[in-house]
């Protein structure tokens, strides 16, 4: 996906263009970062995980056996049902594809992350599926990164406070760095 990101960036912006991503969108947005920095002005990653389950979910056995069918399902299921090309006798393979997805991706290390030069926000639900500290290892593994953690909020962070979580990406995305004025992590940088 992170080859057709840049494809599209290319065949419509035709140069930089920031990037929004939720869950594996952020992940997307984060390998476009690393790929094509010619073409990230800024990247915010919400809910993302740069390391597969375990080491990255907060209840990673909820992946192990989903059912397609179950009642945890049913709201996917519809939505993909309503939008989907290859119909709603597809869903099963798309939900062990996603289980398998999630049990061995993405495989990035902090040293991967530290070479995005693009200014991040990393955003997440303070109850969110990505454990705290996966986020805080990610926030603190990319250089030029900030942190927003949404109160209240699950994974489903942008669909349950959406006023939000636009306020804070539409800030990030319009705004300068302000000076702030008791820095620790970004001592000695310049806005």
Do not use: C
């Not at 997307?28 to 993302?48: E, M, N, S």
């Not at 902090?110 to 991040?120: F, G, Q």
């Amino acid at each position: 996906m992170a080859d057709d990101t840049v494809a599209f960036i290319e065949a419509v912006a035709g140069g930089p263009a920031h990037l929004v991503g939720w869950s594996d969108g952020g992940i997307v947005a984060l390998l476009v970062a690393l790929a094509r920095p010619d073409l990230v002005r800024k990247v915010v990653a919400i809910g993302a995980n740069f390391r597969p389950a375990p080491e990255s979910l907060a209840a990673p056995a909820m992946f192990e056996d989903l059912d397609p069918d179950g009642p945890g399902m049913a709201a996917f299921r519809e939505s993909y049902a309503a939008v989907s090309p290859d119909g709603r006798d597809h869903w099963p393979v798309v939900v062990g594809r996603m289980a398998e997805m999630i049990t061995t991706r993405p495989t990035l290390t902090t040293d991967d992350l530290a070479r995005i030069t693009a200014p991040a926000l990393v955003l997440v639900g303070d109850d969110d599926l990505v454990t705290l500290e996966h986020t805080i290892a990610l926030y603190r593994a990319i250089p030029r990164s900030e942190l927003a953690v949404v109160p209240g909020t699950s994974h489903a962070l942008p669909l349950e406070k959406p006023a939000q979580v636009n306020r804070i990406v539409l800030d990030f995305l319009a705004g300068e760095p302000v000076p702030t004025m008791l820095p620790i992590r970004r001592a000695g940088e310049t806005p």
